[in-house]
């Protein structure tokens, strides 16, 4: 089992920002997995539509015979949600921004989560195409930020890429991969070099 430094976070809380498909997916795992979820949007209805989606998807579960009832039932304990990324970022040990892939919201979100949430949070992105590093520079805790690629089925074991900046430290990392594998992810780790390189070849 992983050893936590004393002064590295347990991660027990996950904001999620963004109810849209990726955002409902890893709040889906994420509570299911035992993490107090909060699960964010502006939109009520949008958010409505994300908790309607997680109820719908956990009873697919059962029907399968993957969970029981009472895993339901403890999952739905586990889903809050929050109208706003700074309500969402104040109790949360590690915020997920599941937006679209635009470096002014991306930034904005950054910027808000550096603000409200409290110290040793992680805050981090799902982001396909931009630089992990560009983001963390907007905040005073770079060594904080990293890069959360969900590829999840809810059939089949899914998969985590951790992305580090350049200021990402081992500890933020330690702290992500003890996440994805309580959630029943493989894990595996790159760097914002590697991905941008990766994705001009294509």
């Known amino acids: 089992m992983l050893q936590f430094r004393e002064d590295m976070m347990e991660m027990k809380t996950i904001a999620v920002v963004g ?6 997916r890893i709040a889906y795992t994420s509570c299911l997995a035992g993490f107090r979820t909060i699960l964010e949007n502006i939109s009520p209805s949008a958010l409505e539509q994300g908790i309607v989606w997680i109820g719908q998807a956990l009873g697919e579960d059962i029907s399968r015979g993957g969970i029981s009832t009472s895993d339901r039932d403890a999952a739905l304990r586990n889903l809050n949600t929050a109208n706003s990324a700074e309500d969402a970022s104040r109790e949360a040990d590690l915020i997920i921004e599941t937006v679209s892939e635009e470096m002014e919201m991306k930034i904005e979100l950054f910027t808000i989560f550096d603000k409200f949430a409290k110290p040793g949070a992680i805050f981090a992105s799902t982001t396909t195409s931009l630089r992990i590093t560009d983001l963390a ?10 890069g959360m690629r969900f590829f999840t089925d809810r059939k089949t074991t899914g998969r985590l890429e951790l992305v580090k900046g ?7 990392v330690a702290a992500c991969r003890e996440v994805g594998r309580r959630m029943g992810l493989k894990v595996s780790l790159a760097t914002d070099e590697q991905t941008m390189t990766a994705r001009s070849g294509e």
């Open 137 to 146: 520079a907007v905040t005073f805790r770079p060594e904080r930020c990293i």
């Open 19 to 24: 109810s849209g498909d990726p955002g409902r």
């Open 166 to 172: 350049r200021e990402t430290s081992e500890e933020t």
